[in-house]
T-cell receptor
Framework: NAGVTQTPKFQVLKTGQSMTLQCAQD?????MYWYRQDPGMGLRLIYY???????DKGEVPNGYNVSRLNKREFSLRLESAAPSQTSVYFC?????????????FGPGTRLTVT | AQSVAQPEDQVNVAEGNPLTVKCTYS??????LFWYVQYPNRGLQFLLK??????LVKGSYGFEAEFNKSQTSFHLKKPSALVSDSALYFC??????????FGAGTRLFVKA
């Protein structure tokens, strides 16, 4: 049982390049999330998927797109990377989107945009 | 508006001493409160949560937290700190219809 896995672990992009961050969970969870973590700011929600086939914007969606490929997988795409997107990105999942459920996090992707 | 505050950037404690990591919150309606821990180069791990019921919640690794509605606080505690408890701790809050809001984090340093 691997929990939540993310690829890649590290990535360096030049401004304007695109990339997709992959996330998969094996806990049969319905809801999945993408966060970014910046020093002193905690975690900020980029997008979430309450269930397979649905996605919604979080606090900071600009410059990102997501795809809920199936129940297990939820990808995050940067179409044209900017230095402001330098951050650590975490994928998470929970049994459902309801408030009572805790989230399980992947190990993160450290992205640098030059 | 929904918010959570962790007033201390860092907490230092000697091994064997009790530790407290503070968290206060602001929500409309009943709060759902969580503590997570992050070790270096790892994702966040769930420690404990308060949903309803007993104000003292027990969680993983000997941690507990006390929900205080009148002071809108949810402080994380442990009776005897270990060096291995050194990590970054996040408090998080949810209220009905809102997404999870995370605090900025408190770094706990336990000295041997």
């Amino acid at each position: 049982n691997a929990g939540v896995t993310q690829t890649p672990k590290f990535q360096v992009l030049k401004t304007g390049q695109s990339m997709t961050l992959q996330c998969a969970q094996d806990m049969n969870h319905n809801s999945m999330y993408w966060y970014r973590q910046d020093p002193g700011m905690g975690l900020r929600l980029i997008y979430y998927s309450a269930s397979e086939g649905t996605t919604d914007k979080g606090e900071v969606p600009n410059g990102y797109n997501v795809s809920r490929l199936n129940k297990r997988e939820f990808s995050l795409r940067l179409e044209s990377a900017a230095p402001s997107q330098t951050s650590v990105y975490f994928c998470a999942s929970s049994e459902a989107v309801a408030e009572i459920y805790e989230q399980y996090f992947g190990p993160g992707t450290r992205l640098t945009v030059t | 508006a929904q918010s959570v505050a962790q007033p201390e950037d860092q907490v230092n404690v000697a091994e064997g001493n009790p530790l407290t990591v503070k968290c206060t919150y602001s929500v409309s309606g009943n709060p759902y409160l969580f503590w997570y821990v992050q070790y270096p180069n790892r994702g966040l791990q769930f420690l404990l949560k308060y949903i309803t019921g007993d104000n003292l919640v027990k969680g993983s690794y000997g941690f507990e937290a006390e929900f205080n509605k009148s002071q809108t606080s949810f402080h994380l505690k442990k009776p005897s700190a270990l060096v291995s408890d050194s990590a970054l701790y996040f408090c998080a809050v949810r209220a009905r219809g809102f997404k999870t809001i995370f605090g900025a984090g408190t770094r706990l340093f336990v000295k041997a």
